[in-house]
């Protein structure tokens, strides 16, 4: 991997991103499915997984942070971890930190950040707390405000809470992640708006390693009024994008759609 490209482990996949946004191109009859809920609900949803791709890029999930050491240890080590990658450069003051990503900074195939996002660390009877403020950030396509807060009392299990509001709608999250040194896993919620109409997603056991173009274990539920689907990842779908589609008593079989040089399979 080039100094320029950042190791963003996990379940953050720009192609759920993609999914999400698209809508998935079902292989075979799709009457019975309602594609058009992914498109309803997904500037919003695609703002959390983007928060949380930046945050894997200031501290790795598998980890960078240590709750044993001071904030302002944790502090440098967050600007060790993100100027060694070559396309971003951090300034520490105290237990704060400033990381300015270079226009094109890559934190993932097909996804990009250019802009500032600042972190502040503070240790509690929590754990080790990090907030980070994101103020006209650029991901992606998308401009990213709000905030998000990761507590932990190892460093690898992380709760998160993600407060949001950019170019893409609204969106609100409860999630667990814990990351290892080669995957990472995320469970939990968040719901979004976007034109006045809200949808959820609900994360079960959601399993991406490092160098795969897609989850390979684990689902998500999406949920808009009365309408609830179940999206199943396999062994298969990193290298083909291809996921099941269940809604009621109906599955079927969909490609996510591709995205840089993904599926690998294709």
Known sequence: MTTNHFR???VVSVALLASLASGCREEGAAEELDTAMFDRGASSSVEVLEALAVSDALFAFDPTLDPSASAEANAMAIASHV??????SAEVSGSSVTVTFASGCMLRIGLTASGSVSA?????????EVVLDFDALVVGSHTLEGTATFTTTNGST???QLALAGSAGAASAELTVVGSAGAMQIDGTTTGSRDGTTTSLAFTAVVWRTGDCYPSAGSMMVASGRVMQTVAFTSATP????????????????TLPSYGTCPMGA
């Open 120 to 128: 502040e660390i503070a240790r509690s009877a929590a754990g080790l």
């Open 83 to 88: 100027e060694g990658h070559g396309c971003a």
């Open 8 to 10: 963003v482990v996990g």
């Open 239 to 254: 290298s083909t994008g291809t996921v099941t589609i269940t809604q009621g008593r109906v599955s079927r079989e969909a």
């Open 158 to 160: 992380l709760d998160v």
